[in-house]
């Protein structure tokens, strides 16, 4: 059957229906028996932990409120990119939005202390970080400086590295084309190390390697597996060279429908959902280790702290300084933890 042009002209006039109300958030109070519908941007798509934990939180949120306040999860970019989506939620165009640490640096540059890489030992100093005194100069300087409400921490967790030659010393990446974020700190590790750190987009990666313009990329195990870098990249080392954050920011327009008697819950309830997330991370890449092993992916523990110290004389050498609040926010986390146990 032919499409008809009326047809077609009535199927695209109810798809831009669909997209201005998903872009246009919720702008108005509903009635006293509905329920409050926010929709909350994720540029993940449906399999990654991340959606996963924005899901979790939604579900959450509904549970804690008794149904009063719902989120809808958009997964996959559909309301633009990480930049982009924040930009909506700062005008209030976008209820919910989320964005990794770095990208949030555009924004907030003393955040760009989180970009250092062997900030954080292990998950729980990370996790420590943003439960406490880092979380709250995040928190408050989104509101000062975007005008939005930090209501959670989604994370993507430690990075490591995929490659096609083994590396289990820092002389193996002598030499090595390795992708990584544009990001300085995380570039000048890589430099230090003895490779060649070049920053692409993450959809060049996989063709990159395929035609090997690059040896090597970066990122958290479970993204190997899902992303299919393990055709062509059939060997991890655990370097843990970055830690990465996903705040979860709400514009300050549907902050304010939500009624004073419900904001704890549901601060409670995204609470629980990024919690539920760090247990989901973990559990995503620990499964990915298992099946990755059954693909013929070989892993390699590696000498971080030679890593470390090599990266700090490059930051040395540098002379990276970072704003002092912050420093000693980060201090803070250090000093009162030690081996993943806080005193």
């Known amino acids: ?38 929709r909350m941007a994720v540029v993940d798509g449906e399999q990654s932990p991340v959606y996963q934990g924005a899901v979790a939180m939604a579900d959450a949120v509904e549970r804690e409120t008794m149904g009063r306040i719902k989120v809808v999860v958009v997964s996959g970019g559909a309301l633009g990119d990480e930049r982009g989506s924040v930009e909506l939620c700062q005008s209030g165009d976008i209820d919910i939005a989320s964005a990794a640490n770095s990208v949030l640096t555009n924004f907030i540059p003393e955040m760009n202390i989180l970009d250092q890489p062997y900030l954080w030992e292990t998950e729980e100093q990370a996790h420590a970080a943003v439960d406490g005194p880092v979380g709250d100069l995040i928190e408050d300087a989104a509101y000062q400086k975007l005008h939005v409400h930090v209501i959670g921490y989604l994370e993507s967790g430690f990075r490591d590295t995929f490659s096609k030659k083994p590396i289990r010393s820092i002389a193996d990446f002598k030499g090595i084309k390795i992708r990584t974020m544009q990001n300085s700190y995380h570039m000048a590790a890589f430099s230090s190390f003895g490779a060649m750190p070049t920053a692409m987009a993450y959809s060049e990666v996989f063709t990159a390697l395929q035609q090997g313009t690059i040896d090597a990329c970066e990122n958290a195990v479970s993204n190997c597996l899902s992303n299919g870098y393990y055709e062509v990249t059939k060997h991890i080392t655990f370097t843990h060279h970055a830690f990465t954050y996903i705040p979860v920011m709400m514009s300050d327009t549907a902050w304010n429908l939500i009624p004073e008697d419900l904001r704890d819950p549901f601060l409670r309830g995204c609470n629980e959902g990024y919690q539920t997330e760090r247990k989901l991370l973990k559990e995503a890449n620990e499964d990915a280790v298992l099946e990755l092993k059954k693909k013929g992916v070989e892993f390699h523990e590696i000498d971080r702290t030679a890593l470390r110290q090599s990266y700090e004389k490059a930051a040395a050498a540098a002379g990276y300084r970072f704003d002092p609040a912050w420093q000693a926010a980060v201090d803070e986390v250090l000093s009162t933890s030690h081996g993943g146990e806080t005193t």
């Open 1 to 38: 059957m032919k499409n008809h042009p009326i047809r077609r002209g009535l199927a695209f006039v109810m798809l831009l229906c669909f997209c201005l109300s998903v872009l246009t958030g919720c702008q108005n109070a509903p009635g006293e028996n509905e329920p409050l519908i926010f």
